[in-house]
């Protein structure tokens, strides 16, 4: 069964960066779409960055577009968000959610399957 797990947020100061990974132990990534999604408290969820299978299309919010960058190295099995230019607005818990059944990515409004935990990204000073 797939289980996706992210990792690398934390705490950083407004200007810094973060990078995050989404890998899934045991079990390949390179045919999903995989998606970055995140939620403050008190807000609905947004979806950050998408990508689809085999990198052939991407999306970037327009909150992040320019600050933040979305990859895959299906090699290594991970999709990561290169995350730059912090602000502290950017504070939420970030998920990765993938799904076998999307195949171009244009935005990040599809119904995704599959859920990680989520991890925290604290931006202050």
């Known amino acids: 069964q797939l289980q996706l797990v992210e990792s690398g947020g934390g705490l950083v100061q407004p200007g810094g960066s973060l990078r995050l990974s989404c890998t899934a132990p045991?079990?390949?990534?390179?045919?999903?779409?995989i998606g970055w999604f995140r939620q403050a408290p008190g807000a609905e969820r947004e979806g950050v960055s998408c990508?689809?299978?085999?990198?052939?299309?991407?999306y970037y919010a327009d909150s992040v577009k320019g600050r933040f960058t979305i990859s895959r190295d299906d090699a290594n099995n991970t999709v990561y968000l290169h995350m730059n230019s912090l602000k502290p607005e950017d504070t939420a818990i970030y998920y990765c959610?993938?799904?076998?059944?999307?195949?171009?990515?244009?935005?990040?409004?599809?119904?995704?399957?599959?859920w990680g935990q989520g991890t925290q990204v604290t931006v202050s000073s």
């Open positions: 959610a993938a799904d076998p059944f999307i195949v171009l990515v244009t935005n990040c409004e599809a119904e995704y399957d599959v």
């Open positions: 045991g079990f390949p990534l390179d045919h999903f779409a």
């Open positions: 990508i689809g299978p085999s990198d052939a299309s991407r």
